[in-house]
């Protein structure tokens, strides 16, 4: 089924999909370790931790595109270490797409695990450890299998938001075609072009579809796990 692309359009589908899900891939044992923190540990900071860790949600795009521009562009620290040691660059590159993808992901995906996360009852962990069982066997046995729905859920919102970023990705990594040209930068790039409505109507329509139908998986997945809570 060809839906009508051409060749280009399905060269940007396909570069989506790869960035949002190696962003997803990457970010989601990270997101869950937040989440579990912040569930189950009280520590000086923790308030703090938790601003920093949904920071991106109320930003300017832009701003955290810029700020990861300082950071892992060629003369940031981390950018000029993975130059200098690595003879590798984020910048331009669809690697760093992913970066800004995750990063923009992370605040979404770690709110729908700390929800599956704080829904198992801790009564349950506390008489696996009454039993014999240690911390890492009773997280192993318990808290992982019952708050699964919420990191599918986690995952599949952030592989909607990773698909729909744009401001973080175009400050970062620029609009290149086959590098980092994503749905959102090719519908802005093909908005800008003199008779390009028809491409645009395509990769929007494509765009639509897939964001709803991760939406829709993630709000079943998380109200499943936190019984009728919702993360949106």
Do not use: C
């Not at 938790?50 to 981390?78: I, S």
């Not at 797409?97 to 729908?112: K, S, T, W």
Request: positive net charge.
């Amino acid at each position: 089924m060809s839906l009508g692309l051409s060749e280009s359009e399905w060269a940007v589908v396909v570069l989506s999909l790869k960035v949002s899900l190696v962003a997803i891939l990457a970010t989601l044992p990270v997101a869950y370790g937040l989440a579990w923190v912040l569930a189950r540990r009280s520590f000086p900071g923790k308030l703090l931790l938790d601003g920093l860790v949904h920071l991106p949600l109320v930003l300017p795009p832009v701003v955290t595109g810029w700020l990861l521009l300082l950071v892992f562009g060629r003369a940031g620290p981390v950018g000029g270490w993975l130059q200098e040691t690595f003879g590798f660059s984020l910048v331009f590159r669809w690697t760093g797409a992913a970066l800004a993808a995750a990063i923009m992901a992370l605040p979404l995906m770690v709110r729908a695990m700390r929800l599956s996360i704080e829904s198992v009852d801790r009564r349950l962990v506390a008489a696996a450890r009454t039993l014999g069982a240690g911390p890492f066997r009773a997280f192993r046995t318990i808290t992982l299998p019952l708050s699964l729905p919420g990191i599918w859920a986690g995952a599949v919102l952030g592989f909607a938001r990773s698909l729909g970023e744009f401001g973080a990705t175009i400050t970062f990594v620029s609009n290149i075609p086959g590098q980092t040209r994503t749905l959102p930068l090719a519908i802005y790039t093909g908005l800008q072009v003199p008779g390009a409505e028809a491409e645009v109507t395509r990769l929007a329509i494509i765009s639509v579809v897939l964001s709803l139908a991760a939406l829709v998986a993630s709000e079943a997945l998380i109200r499943r796990a936190g019984r009728g809570a919702h993360v949106l």
